[in-house]
């Protein structure tokens, strides 16, 4: 069998079915497969760079949309910079309570009320809202140094680095 016939017969077989299929082999002991599993090895080698160059590729287009996405967020902010600008332009030039209408636009003016707050600290505690968050940089210092910190751990992880 060709390699290119032994690719595209497993191409859509995953790994872990190739993996399990050489392990099957290699426990039955039987010299007569020892051709097939090179050739098994050979296509999990070859489908292992097919899967990791997919991710790189990936991962590259990830980085792009990422750059892309930073670029449009930036353009973004700008524009609505530009728009309070004009906004407030408008509202230094129109009496406040004067509608305007033009052939493009109708300038309203509308009431409205919201809450300021000068102090939170001197709030009663019902008007306060508190948010609980850990600073992990701190914990992990101090259970390196030896310090039973109670509701955390350190977890070690294995993470595959693909280049």
Known sequence: MSETENFNLYAKVSLDEIKAEIDGYKEANDPDYEETINDLELVFAQRLEHVAGRFKTKRYFA???RDEI???RARLAAVEADGERDKRYLERNITPGEDVNTATAEIRWRKSVAVEVENPIVLPTHYQVVKI???KRAIKLSIDQGEKVPGAKLVS???MQVR
Do not use: E
């Open 157 to 159: 992880h294995v993470s």
């Open 63 to 65: 980085g792009m949309l």
């Open 70 to 72: 930073r670029t449009m």
């Open 133 to 135: 968050s850990a600073d």
